[in-house]
């Protein structure tokens, strides 16, 4: 899919909140989520949905995941990886998708700038980020905003890349939601060696430390400082340079 044409649909007496987003957006007044034949959104009271082909139901991420990791008092596994004080840190989420672990670290304190770059998960996105003080959501490139002095002057204390894993030859299907991202972002999904470039340049711009989620049996992209192994994905975590 790409970003030319969005369709944000949504309920009549909601018209105002779907002007936050008529920049990028045709707006549709309707009573119910559509059946639809290229991916849509639809805003109800609810909050932001995606509205997919071959799907009889729209998908929303549940935020209740994010509350019930965030309050746990055993941090997880992204939280030890990213450094367990994470009150008042300046948060690169680079590959955001669905904002599911920025918005964690951000409900740990942490100030998260959440990057997504095809534009309609972007909307999503920040749909769900907007009642979050600590949490920004930009829509561009991560090597773009990895590169913008002007705009995000300084450097980060942690940046997270987490990049969509390739597809594998198991027959079990991977959640909803990584379906719909895996749908969506296909195209622009960046290649193995295009990682190297973008870990690098995290770095550069990192005084902490940058962490790359991939799955438990991927190969490793660069040696790290050290690994956080968890039941089906590792926290490959390299010291930033900056």
């Given at each position: 899919?790409?970003?030319?044409?969005?369709?944000?649909?949504?309920?009549?007496?909601?018209?105002?909140?779907?002007?936050?987003?008529?920049?990028?957006?045709?707006?549709?007044?309707?009573?119910?989520?559509?059946?639809?034949?290229q991916?849509?959104?639809?805003?109800?009271?609810?909050?932001?949905?995606?509205?997919?082909?071959?799907?009889?139901?729209?998908?929303?991420?549940?935020?209740?995941?994010?509350?019930?990791?965030?309050?746990?008092?055993?941090?997880?596994?992204?939280?030890?990886?990213?450094?367990?004080?994470?009150?008042?840190?300046?948060?690169?989420?680079?590959?955001?998708?669905f904002?599911?672990?920025?918005?964690?670290?951000?409900?740990?304190?942490?100030?998260?700038?959440?990057?997504?770059?095809?534009?309609?998960?972007?909307?999503?996105?920040?749909?769900?980020?907007?009642?979050?003080?600590n949490?920004?959501?930009?829509?561009?490139?991560?090597?773009?905003?990895?590169?913008?002095?002007?705009?995000?002057?300084?450097?980060?204390?942690?940046?997270?890349?987490?990049?969509?894993?390739?597809?594998?030859?198991?027959?079990?299907?991977?959640?909803?939601?990584?379906?719909?991202?895996?749908?969506?972002?296909?195209?622009?999904?960046?290649?193995?060696?295009?990682?190297?470039?973008?870990?690098?340049?995290?770095?550069?711009?990192?005084?902490?430390?940058?962490?790359?989620?991939?799955?438990?049996?991927?190969s490793?992209?660069?040696?790290?400082?050290?690994?956080?192994?968890?039941?089906?994905?590792?926290?490959?975590?390299?010291a930033?340079?900056?």
């Amino acid at each position: 899919m790409t970003d030319d044409q969005i369709v944000l649909y949504h309920r009549p007496e909601l018209a105002e909140d779907a002007r936050r987003y008529e920049a990028w957006c045709q707006l549709v007044s309707i009573s119910a989520a559509p059946a639809v034949s290229q991916p849509a959104l639809y805003l109800d009271h609810r909050g932001m949905w995606l509205c997919t082909p071959g799907y009889t139901q729209p998908y929303q991420p549940a935020d209740a995941e994010i509350q019930r990791r965030a309050n746990s008092r055993v941090p997880t596994d992204l939280v030890r990886a990213c450094g367990v004080q994470l009150e008042g840190r300046r948060v690169l989420d680079a590959c955001a998708g669905f904002g599911s672990d920025g918005l964690l670290l951000a409900q740990r304190g942490a100030k998260v700038s959440l990057v997504e770059r095809q534009r309609l998960i972007w909307i999503m996105l920040a749909e769900r980020a907007r009642h979050i003080a600590n949490a920004a959501t930009i829509c561009a490139e991560a090597m773009q905003v990895l590169d913008d002095h002007d705009r995000h002057a300084g450097s980060w204390d942690v940046v997270l890349l987490d990049p969509m894993f390739p597809p594998t030859n198991k027959r079990a299907l991977p959640n909803r939601g990584l379906q719909h991202l895996r749908e969506l972002t296909a195209p622009f999904e960046p290649e193995q060696e295009d990682l190297l470039p973008l870990l690098a340049q995290s770095r550069q711009r990192c005084t902490g430390r940058v962490v790359l989620k991939r799955r438990l049996k991927d190969s490793v992209l660069a040696r790290p400082d050290f690994q956080i192994k968890a039941k089906s994905v590792r926290f490959d975590v390299y010291a930033g340079l900056a």
